[in-house]
């Protein structure tokens, strides 16, 4: 900014001296001294110079390299802010993906847990030729479906622990347990009661 400002330039020259300097004048029509012995010039003489330019191609140029500094601190302050806006978006994510995958592996272990030794009802329930043999095996593939999601569930749980631990500077050995009390309130969607569905599905 201080470029766009006019040029000051001052000198000042002393000079000075010990002896009185003196010359004469000789005539050039006589050959003779015309004038008496005279100074020639002071023993002390100080000259003082004072000057104010202005470059308009100067001024041009130093406005506008103050116009793309300031451009250039406000794109790296931007970038500042997006950088953290973008970091915030990411450790949001993972949380969330945490959070779902960590619900999911505890609903389907409680569900696998009710079913408990379901093999072995249905075992019980053919041979008493309550159900066909089909439908038990329909019924053992589920299970072995719904074993197979929580492999799943687990793995994605895992894979984004890790995420979620790369992003806040955790160790990758820690355990992450996540509040997912949040979650409930995402449950837009509100199914109908079991008794309506069941009248429903008989009209």
Known sequence: MLGMLPELNVSENYTARNN????????????QQSLEASKSSEKVELDT?????????????????????????LHEEQQKK???QNLVVEVV???????????AVEQTERLIALCDGVEKNLGELTKDKVISPLRALDEKKRFI???????EFRRSYENSCVELRSLMGYLPSKEIKVDTKCLDQLNVIQTPDVDILTRIALK
């Open 93 to 103: 994510t993972a949380y969330f993906k945490v959070a779902t995958a960590q619900n």
């Open 145 to 151: 479906t719904q074993r197979k999601r929580l492999m």
């Open 49 to 73: 110079k004072i000057e104010l330019a202005l470059s308009t191609l100067d001024f041009g140029l130093a406005y506008m390299n103050t116009i793309q500094a300031n451009d250039k601190a």
């Open 20 to 31: 009185e300097p003196g010359s004469t004048s000789i005539s050039l029509e006589t050959n």
């Open 82 to 84: 997006r950088t953290a």
